[in-house]
């Protein structure tokens, strides 16, 4: 591995910490502060990304070295890991200061062809913004990660990417629901990686603690090596800059509604400058069609971060960021117009989305109702996301509907409901034989749109307590899988969500710790 070339710009840059003091503190006008990683003795690598280690310019494993740097075992002697500083709202409520507890940076690499990627551990020990926790992670969340990370980015969603996974060799203690029922579970680390981990809370910190001059630098940075279409010589630089986070963050959430996907806790520390799905806790995809689902047993009874509101969610974001940005550009019209703008981006990029799920060419008058009645035909008879459109791709009058969609409902349908399901099937070939493309063009744009597989919560269950049990055969089954989404590779993953681990914790629902 080309350990010999992570840099550490960033700490350098800007004000840090240098101390190396462990304590858990609050860090004023610095963003970020030296700390060590845990040293793990025993630790045991589980899977490791080869395939992307060399795309980021990092290599291959070719001595124990490399392999103790990715379990955060040891590292080269000249290098300084560290914890960035941010804060946030968390839940709509200013939380302050917060920054990484749970990740710890090694710094950055260039490829071959000059493209910057951050690395950093998570799970590696404690940082100054643990909040009184451990720093630590528990096998089930880093999988967790690991494997949806890789998801996302295989269906083609911007996301973080995950690089290793190994077991930390120790036991960590932890409270799964937050109900005092604390136990020990397996400990892991895992490494991830990104073009950057800067969030909306990086910004917010700044401008909370009236940092003017730090701000402005912050932002010059992340405009000078993420947004190479902005003229960093322009007086609408930190404009165009919001502009583009904004833009950028409206294509995300898009890509999350195309799919199922629910984040679960989308804190403004959670958002990332680049539109990067980031940060995955509770997270899940849709099993059932449910606007109103939230996979965060702490987001009850509330349910602020549930699939439909997601786009709502993402725009209060948006808010807190410009007020963060406001001392940049000094312009409070310009940024409403921006925000304003979000909301009708979205619904026009959301409904191009839809069109090509159904095969649309373009959306033509009248589909937007067409999609609000499919959504709440799905949502009322209980009818599962995912394969409701696979099995619409090979629907045709000529085929008996009933027998075609019999296995993608949730709940027992009576013959109303079937009926309901019939009227809606007439009016979308209906609105089919409006397109002006082909039938095989058609098809083809439902096949990039609709994956045949989502890494559900229930495979991911069942994962880890085999791997809990030291078996890979479904985590290799799930790599692959995952890999080709749009593919039926594993026949028995195209199905529901099994009645066994209907309201099974970890299938369903998963607290903040998940």
């Given at each position: 591995m080309n350990l010999d070339q992570i840099t550490q710009q960033y700490l350098s840059l800007f004000p840090a910490d240098l101390s190396g003091n462990p304590m858990q503190r609050q860090t004023p006008k610095v963003l970020s502060s030296t700390t060590e990683i845990a040293h793990f003795k025993n630790p045991d690598l589980i899977i490791f990304n080869e395939k992307l280690s060399e795309e980021i310019?990092?290599?291959?494993?070719?001595?124990?070295?490399?392999?103790?740097?990715?379990?955060?075992?040891?590292?080269?002697?000249?290098?300084?890991?560290?914890?960035t500083a941010y804060a946030g709202h968390q839940f709509g409520n200013w939380a302050g200061q917060l920054g990484d507890g749970r990740a710890i940076f090694t710094g950055e690499i260039k490829n071959a062809e000059g493209q910057k990627s951050e690395i950093q551990w998570k799970g590696a020990g404690a940082t100054p913004y643990s909040r009184h926790a451990d720093g630590r992670a528990v096998l089930r969340s880093s999988v967790r990660e690991y494997l949806m990370s890789e998801a996302m980015f295989h269906l083609g969603i911007p996301t973080t990417r995950a690089l290793s996974l190994s077991f930390s060799g120790e036991q960590v203690v932890r409270d799964m629901l937050y109900d005092g029922n604390a136990a020990y579970e397996k400990g892991a680390v895992m490494t991830r990686t990104a073009p950057s981990f800067l969030r909306f809370g990086h910004f917010e910190l700044l401008s909370a603690q009236g940092e003017i001059e730090t701000l402005k630098k912050l932002a010059d940075f992340a405009i000078e090596n993420y947004f190479p279409e902005i003229d960093i010589d322009s007086p609408n630089k930190y404009a165009d800059f919001f502009k583009t986070v904004s833009e950028k963050t409206a294509d995300m959430i898009v890509d999350w509604f195309r799919v199922g996907f629910v984040h679960g806790v989308m804190n403004t520390d959670n958002m990332s400058i680049l539109g990067l799905t980031i940060d995955y806790g509770p997270f899940s995809f849709l099993d059932e069609y449910d606007l109103n689902f939230t996979p965060n047993t702490t987001d009850l009874p509330g349910r602020r971060y549930a699939f439909g509101n997601q786009a709502k969610i993402a725009q209060w974001n948006l808010w807190q960021l410009a007020n963060a940005l406001f001392s940049l550009i000094k312009d409070e019209s310009k940024l409403e117009k921006i925000l304003n703008d979000f909301n009708t981006t979205f619904w026009i990029k959301h409904d191009e989305m839809m069109a090509k799920k159904f095969g649309f060419d373009q959306v033509q008058e009248g589909d937007d109702e067409l999609f609000t009645n499919a959504q709440q035909l799905m949502q009322d008879l209980k009818i599962d996301y995912t394969l409701f459109f696979k099995q619409l791709e090979s629907y045709d009058e000529n085929i008996d509907y009933k027998v075609h969609f019999k296995e993608v409902f949730y709940s027992r349908t009576t013959e109303d409901q079937f009926e309901k399901l019939k009227e809606f099937l007439g009016l979308y070939q209906n609105r089919l034989a409006k397109n002006n493309i082909s039938k095989a063009d058609s098809l083809t744009l439902m096949k990039t749109a609709n994956p045949k597989f989502i890494l559900r919560n229930y495979l991911l269950f069942e994962c880890i307590n085999e791997l809990n049990e030291g078996k890979k055969d479904l985590l290799n089954k799930l790599l692959t899988a995952l890999e080709n989404p749009y593919e039926e590779i594993y026949p028995e993953f195209s199905v529901k969500r099994p009645n066994e681990y209907d309201g099974q914790t970890g299938c369903s629902t998963l607290s903040c710790s998940s």
């Open positions: 310019g990092l290599g291959k494993i070719e001595k124990q070295e490399d392999t103790d740097f990715l379990n955060a075992k040891s590292l080269p002697a000249e290098m300084k890991t560290y914890a």
